[in-house]
């Protein structure tokens, strides 16, 4: 792996080793660009993870102090974490589940399509799904998406089989173990699946698809990355005429070092990468990097989430299998004759333990309640919601003068409200679940509120006009030519599908604009 030098002024500085900064440093070193790639966390090996929820949680996730405020059930019920994005080589990658639905044509024009939403900031995306469509081919193509292109699907374990069986007798229709991106059999080097649930603690095989396994060892094999982890960024520095010059960064041994760039991107997550604009503010920014428009931060938004549990006479062992190998789709429309705008989805998901302890106590809190359900641990089926959440300008992250971390910069504060059109969503997919589960001969069920959000967007909207957004269709900023985003802060709205793939054709589409592929 090269090093290079400090003042090389032809480097590409990527912060961000996850989806969108692996995906994006593979594509440009392949077509001989020069990259420096800034991970705050380690670079660990497959077979380094351990299949426990403890360990994942103190190992994988980024456990830096955050402040929180508003009413959101997620901020009430974790105000120390309300996030869960993974820290080090492959991002969030690290844990995530591996469902990669497409947008839909709708959801990419929710202020045409949904109208004027009292309290939310709506907006139409500055691309429609054709601009998008060929990058969604190329990702699922590249990352092995089952029952795409010739892929088969994914095998049915138990949690899909009761969760299939109770969407058809409810009469849907649009139900299946995927799109998912583990392989189900030997593809692109990497093995097929053993159906080993607690994957969501890293995938010891190798066989679900991320940047640490696929695209950061084909950027280093063109020895044009410099990978450079534990490395912190801080800052980010313009020339004379304004442009993005460099990146200061902390480096392993606790130094101060800054990275000369022809190019900056940013690929942090929602939360980290409006703060690093924002600590960027200097004497042509006063109020922050990139943020004439005051929208740095603002749009924060992460999903419409819940859980619905059922609890069966005889053993479902949800843990077995690939952990949401299964998505129900026939929820996600636009219909307001539901009582709110925008749609859901319904997904199968392997509780671990802990996890499963937790929803638990959020709703029996302690004594027989609690224990007795406990132990129905190996007879549950469970189901998540994903659905598509208002945004809301005071939903944002700003800097949070009053605490520092170890490096002496203002932590982020979050701050988070519930809009009534997600609570009414949430309402309606608690009682299909419940439903569901229901018609299957459930003998109780238990809703719950979501766990700490993995699905976090907005922050640095994308826009048509420099006043409603902070960047440009290809993630580059209005007010800074070569400085860009590359991670799902970019989304103008959150939509219902979970974001990885939509991510990942953007990045490929910013990618393209970078290497001069495709213009505007």
């Not at 949690?159 to 649009?174: H, M």
């Not at 159906?195 to 396994?213: H, I, P, S």
């Not at 006043?467 to 070569?482: A, K």
Request: proline residues 6%; contains cysteine; glycine residues 10%.
């Amino acid at each position: 792996m090269n090093r290079f030098n400090l003042d090389d002024e032809d480097v590409v500085v990527i912060v961000g080793a996850g989806a969108g900064g692996g995906t994006l440093a593979m594509r440009l070193t392949q077509a001989g660009r020069k990259v420096v790639l800034l991970e705050a966390g380690k670079y660990r090996t497959n077979d380094s993870f351990v299949n426990n929820e403890a360990w994942a949680g103190s190992h994988l996730i980024w456990n830096d102090p955050r402040t929180t405020s508003g009413d959101h059930p997620d901020v009430l019920a974790f105000p120390g974490v309300p996030a869960t994005m993974g820290r080090g080589v492959g991002g969030t990658l690290q844990i995530w589940t591996g469902l990669t639905p497409r947008l839909k044509a709708h959801e990419l024009r929710t202020r045409s399509v949904y109208g004027d939403v009292d309290g939310a900031g709506l907006a139409d995306w500055p691309m429609d799904l054709d601009d998008i469509a060929p990058y969604y081919e190329r990702a699922e193509q590249e990352i092995g998406t089952s029952h795409r292109h010739g892929r088969p699907p994914m095998p049915a374990n138990n949690n899909y089989k009761v969760f299939a069986n109770g969407a058809k007798a409810l009469g849907y229709r649009l139900y299946a173990t995927g799109p998912y991106a583990t392989n189900v059999e030997p593809f692109d080097g990497r093995p097929g699946t053993i159906q080993d649930g607690f994957n969501m603690q890293g995938d010891r095989t190798g066989a679900k698809w991320t940047t640490l396994v696929r695209e950061i060892p084909r950027a280093i094999a063109t020895g044009l990355l410099d990978l450079r982890t534990d490395c912190q960024a801080l800052t980010i520095t313009l020339d004379a005429a304004g442009r993005a010059d460099g990146v200061v960064y902390v480096d392993p041994d606790g130094v101060r070092r800054r990275q000369r760039a022809s190019v900056v991107a940013i690929a942090g997550n929602a939360i980290e990468t409006p703060r690093l604009l924002l600590m960027s503010a200097e004497r042509r920014h006063p109020h922050g990097l990139a943020n004439s428009s005051d929208l740095v931060g603002r749009y924060y938004t992460r999903h419409v989430t819940g859980y619905v549990l059922g609890h069966f006479e005889r053993p479902v062992h949800m843990n077995r299998g690939e952990n949401m190998a299964g998505i129900l789709a026939d929820e996600a429309k636009h219909e307001p004759a539901r009582g709110f705008v925008g749609g859901y989805y319904l997904e199968t998901v392997g509780l671990g333990p802990v996890a499963y302890a937790t929803l638990l106590e959020s709703v029996h809190r302690e004594g027989p309640a609690f224990t007795e359900r406990v132990e129905w641990y190996s007879h549950t089926a469970a189901l998540w919601i994903c659905g598509e959440d208002m945004p809301m300008p005071d939903n944002r992250v700003t800097l949070d003068e009053s605490a520092r971390d170890d490096f002496g910069n203002p932590i982020p504060h979050i701050h988070l409200d519930q809009h009534p059109n997600d609570a009414a969503m949430r309402n309606h997919a608690w009682d299909r679940g419940t439903a569901l589960y229901e018609a299957v001969g459930a003998l109780e069920t238990t809703r719950a509120y979501g766990l700490p959000s993995g699905h976090n967007h907005g922050t640095t909207r994308m826009s048509a006009d420099p006043n409603t957004g902070v960047v440009d269709e290809f993630g580059r900023c209005h007010d800074v030519p070569n400085l860009y985003v590359s991670d799902c802060s970019v989304f103008a709205t959150s939509a219902a599908a979970n974001p990885t793939l939509t991510l990942l054709a953007l990045v490929h589409r910013q990618a393209d604009h970078l290497l001069g592929i495709v213009s505007g």
